[in-house]
């Protein structure tokens, strides 16, 4: 579970075996992401799921991104990723 900070965001990519587990990966992702009101930018595909954080209104990571980050890492702790 590692996040990359890049450019004045937060990056984690996670390689999955197939389509659906990406995207019941990416299912996990809003209900953490709407508690925290704090919406991420994600791609995902076959074999693949992009996740980056940004705190937009100040151009940089911010303490927010880094709970939000925490909160995705618990919520997909049961996809072994």
Known sequence: MTWTEKDNTLVREIRTPDFMTSFNIVSRLV????ALNHHPDIAFGWGYVRIVLTTHDAGHVTEKDHTLAARFDEAIKPFGV
């Not at 209900?31 to 709407?34: D, F, I, L, N, S």
């Open 31 to 34: 209900a953490p992401a709407e």
